[in-house]
């Protein structure tokens, strides 16, 4: 029987609804809890059953509750204590020590643009697994990153980096650049540089495909050079770039949020209809000089919340 104390799967409705009823009879307490259908409760193991389906259960008693109930009743299938198991089996690179960078802002008209590195070893991959991390745009609620986040850097110990370019800042370099793909470069090779300072012992570090990688080499000082790097496509796949996705997106979050109070209105993430109202609302109050401050110039948004023509620009 596994000792781990946190436990993650993911349910259809009609299988939380079941799980539920399972737990009434079983004598749980219910509640309700942000961003979940329910909360239970028993002696010192916690059950949150989000709408999204993720399920999470925490407490000593997490081994009882998913081998007794939850796989015998709902799942149908025994996977408690096997999942790392056959990740490692399937994809033992994943679990070797190895870094991973990803970043998250890119798409966002406003607020900063933010690249995270991450490094992991063995127990850290399969402890971060357990948690449920994963690609952070596979989870759609602020406050479940915000959790994961948080045991993500538990997990970690101090062995991760953030790189945070603010509107301001990210303008500058735009307007000196004028290509997104080659400040990802900067910011990817910022990134793992600073990690390395951390864990100079890292032997390679994966990313995601966004452009060439002779690019974010070229931007990599000495550390970044001696390690092997690599670029492929779903690279979020990777547990190692899983964390970085998460603190990225995490941290993009919690500046959009310190945006929007400066700029005294709360901002949107994205890039919509809702996005190019309020930029219009920005626009009309200070102009380009006003939305320099809290979004990314050089999106199409821009343009047309100044009233200006359109012209092909790069999102």
Request: glycine share 8%; net charge neutral; aromatic share 8%.
């Amino acid at each position: 029987m596994s000792n781990s104390t946190n436990y993650v799967c993911t349910l259809t409705l009609e299988q939380i609804e079941q799980f539920r009823q399972a737990l009434v009879d079983r004598n749980w307490s219910f509640a309700e809890a942000p961003y979940a259908c329910w909360q239970a409760k028993q002696d010192k193991t916690s059950i949150v059953a989000y709408c999204s389906g993720k399920v999470t259960v925490q407490g000593r008693g997490t081994p009882d509750i998913i081998q007794f109930v939850l796989e015998p009743y709902i799942l149908h299938e025994a996977r408690y204590g096997y999942e790392n198991d056959l990740a490692e089996v399937e994809n033992p690179q994943m679990f070797e020590p190895h870094a991973g960078i990803d970043e998250s802002g890119k798409g966002d008209y406003f607020g900063p643009l933010v690249i995270a590195a991450a490094y992991v070893e063995k127990e850290t991959a399969r402890r971060l697994l357990e948690i449920g991390v994963t690609d952070s745009k596979a989870i759609k609620s602020d406050r479940r990153i915000a959790d994961i986040a948080q045991e993500t850097i538990s997990l970690l110990r101090g062995q991760f980096a953030l790189i945070t370019i603010g509107p301001e800042a990210y303008n500058r370099m735009y307007a000196k650049i004028g290509n997104v793909n080659r400040m990802l470069a900067w910011g990817h090779a910022q990134a793992l540089e600073n990690l390395l300072e951390k864990v100079p012992t890292c032997p390679r570090a994966i990313s995601d495909q966004f452009g060439r990688k002779e690019t974010v080499i070229r931007a990599l000082k000495e550390r970044g050079r001696a390690i092997e790097l690599e670029q492929r496509t779903k690279a979020e796949a990777d547990i190692a770039v899983a964390a970085a996705s998460i603190l990225a997106r995490h941290e993009f979050v919690r500046r959009l949020e310190m945006l929007g109070k400066t700029a005294g209105h709360p901002l949107p993430k994205g890039a919509g209809s809702h996005v190019l109202a309020l930029a219009k609302d920005f626009a009309a109050d200070g102009g380009q000089e006003r939305l320099g401050k809290i979004a990314k110039l050089h999106f199409r948004t821009t343009r047309q919340a100044l009233g200006l023509p359109d012209e092909d620009g790069e999102e």
